[in-house]
Nanobody, 117 residues
């Protein structure tokens, strides 16, 4: 498996920005898909953004145009830049590494993002 450590969460006012980071113990370029998910209280964990090893990005409709997923393959880190945050973005954000070729489906511990005035 892959160890993932997230950071960057916190409290931000509506309209503000945050950048989340996720450091991987494995070379992220070798992992088929890495992504960010979020889970609000009482709700299921949903996909926020996904990046394939080839660089293809996928976003949930609710964050399209506001959030950007990126990576630094030298640092084995993926990022989630979140702009124009709203209270509806409040959730625990989880980093995920998934690759069925190696039976990888790993999750980070999560980082809390709270958007409130």
């Amino acid at each position: 498996q892959v160890q993932l450590v997230e950071s960057g969460g916190g409290l931000v006012q509506p309209g503000g920005s945050l950048r989340l980071s996720c450091v991987s113990s494995r070379n992220i370029f070798s992992i088929k898909n890495m992504g960010w998910y979020r889970q609000a209280p009482g709700k299921e964990r949903d996909l926020v953004a996904l990046m394939s090893s080839g660089g293809t990005r996928t976003y949930a409709d609710s964050v399209q145009g506001r959030f950007t997923i990126s990576r630094d393959t030298v640092k084995n880190t993926i990022y989630l830049q979140m702009n124009s945050l709203t209270p509806e973005d409040t959730a625990v954000y989880y980093c995920n590494a998934r690759d069925s070729r190696y039976s990888i489906d790993s999750w980070g511990q999560g980082t809390q993002v709270t958007v409130s005035s």
